[in-house]
């Protein structure tokens, strides 16, 4: 492990200085890698989660969005985060499903079973409204990292008005995202720079635009932020400012980190606790059990 660590510093080091020699080059690769996703490659531990569900899709600006629904009594729609797809919220299905919810999740545009090999981020947020009007029922959204920036932008801009909101280690904003992102890759200031420049040009309008926490301040359902205090990809302080900008309630986690929060069967059982009646939590969960590494 610390072999490996320190390749991955010397990597992270020599990407830092080729890039503040070669910003643009750099800044394009970056913008790429933030507008255009990966295959997901990440172990699929709910495999059989989504067994016996109702397979439909949807149009979106020409893009067949898949979505997948099982059970009777108040929808729940799940939306997963970035270079992710469905199965990653497959942590919720079951005890969802116990407790007598409707359970509805998707891939978002350019992720899983979904056309399109790019997410600009209005084609996700629309995504979702589109989807939860299809379900032709009032829904929650439990919602993860840009799934959740998304479901916020939804919430603002396209339409999307839920029951509640449970958002899972969500950025303050696209750009901070963004940049945490390739800053994780070593990726230089200058490089930096150009990155969020060209992102700016593709979509036609700031990358500032996209803030969660402004979204959050003129959103009237109640409000559920959920967030590692070891959070690698967005810092707990994103989530901090989140709940300052908002009139959410809170539960912070010692430990779980960016994606296996996801298999935190306490945290689950929290969120179900919330959702049957929506009141402030614990401003911190000392323990977890997460499932899976």
Aim: proline residues 6%.
């Amino acid at each position: 492990m610390a072999i490996r660590n320190v390749g991955i510093k010397a990597t992270t080091a020599v990407t830092g200085f080729i890039s503040a020699l070669l910003p643009g080059y750099f800044g394009s690769l970056g913008a790429r890698a933030f507008l255009k996703p990966r295959p997901n490659t990440s172990r699929r531990h709910w495999a059989e989660a989504f067994s016996g569900f109702e397979r439909r899709e949807i149009s979106v600006d020409g893009l067949q969005v898949p979505f997948w629904v099982k059970g009777k009594g108040p929808l729940v729609l799940l939306v997963h985060g970035w270079e992710r797809d469905h199965f990653a919220m497959g942590g919720f299905v079951a005890p969802l499903l116990d407790a007598g919810y409707r359970v509805a999740a998707l891939d978002l545009p350019g992720h899983g079973e979904a056309d399109g090999e790019s997410a600009p981020l209005p084609l996700l947020a629309r995504s979702i409204t589109e989807i939860a009007s299809a379900l032709k029922q009032p829904c929650t959204v439990i919602a993860h990292s840009i799934g959740a920036a998304m479901t916020a932008l939804a919430t603002e801009a396209y339409g999307l008005k839920p029951d509640c909101v449970v958002l899972i280690c969500a950025p303050r904003g696209a750009e901070d995202y963004a940049l945490a992102q390739a800053r994780r890759q070593g990726l230089s200031e200058r490089a930096l720079h150009q990155m969020v420049r060209q992102i700016n040009q593709a979509l036609g309008e700031p990358l500032e635009r996209y803030r969660v926490d402004r979204a959050l301040d003129s959103m009237t359902a109640p409000i559920l932020l959920v967030h590692a205090a070891d959070d690698a990809i967005v810092p707990l302080s994103d989530a901090q400012e989140n709940l300052r900008a908002s009139s959410a309630h809170s539960l912070w986690l010692s430990s779980g980190g960016h994606n296996r929060i996801l298999a935190d069967r306490l945290m689950i059982d929290n969120v179900l606790t919330w959702l049957n009646s929506p009141v402030p939590m614990p401003t911190r969960v000392v323990e977890t059990t997460t499932a899976h590494g």
